[in-house]
């Protein structure tokens, strides 16, 4: 019984709490979008019974769109590098914005306010990143020449311009490499834009019918490329030998056994 009455009190605790007070209940904006696309970003708030004075969204502190129902309209957008506000699909709990751009990254935040005699406020935020996928696939050079099997390939992978950088990968023949030694990192380099682009090389040592891939990624997103490594003849007589070298040792081995 004493347990219920104080399950009870905390249950009035809390309701006292909330009904008192103005609430953002969510705010969603999607975390990652793609340069061009439109989104509709939305603040769920709760006003307990209060007055609406104002919604207010901000981009990094930056005020882009405010509805207040006094005004008439009640919609109001301010210009902001890269935040295009649609005023006919924006309203008192969303606002959509067109056209996204590198510059539309960044902290999306909703401000609710009361009117009097509250003047309760509450806020929510989250963060938005532009994605631009690469529209290539990326370029392999230096598979052009033949290589002497076990002579380190000379070999380098540059995706196509994107943001972020792309994650680079190497596969030898299907299998992913994972020899460090193997793999040269290059710093990615800026692009028109604001775009990047990444570079790796690879110098695994070259083998016979060798194909190589490189893909690009940046989150589920991949573009590849795969080409052939042509040895040259000498090396394959030097296999030959080896082959030879191999089968007689193998024999010599057998008799030794036997
Ligand atoms: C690969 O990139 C590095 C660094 O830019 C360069 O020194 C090297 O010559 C490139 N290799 C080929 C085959 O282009
Ligand atoms: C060497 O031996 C392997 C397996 O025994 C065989 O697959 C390969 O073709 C041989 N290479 C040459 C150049 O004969």
Redesign the pocket.
Known sequence: MKRFIISLYYFFLLFVKVSICLRVVGISVPSLKQRGESVTLTCDYDLEGGKLYSVKWYRDNEEFYRYMPRLRPPQHAHKLDGVKVDLEKSSARRVHLRELTLKSRGIYRCEVSEEAPSFHSAQAETFMEIYYFPKENPRI??HERSYVVHEPL???CTSAKAFPPPELQWHINGLKVTEKSWLTN?EAKPAAQGLMVS?L?LRAPAKHLMKIRCTASIGTHRRERTVAIETSNANRRKTTSINLTLTLMNCIIFKLIS
């Open positions: 050079v230096g000379d070999v380098n290059f570079s090389g």
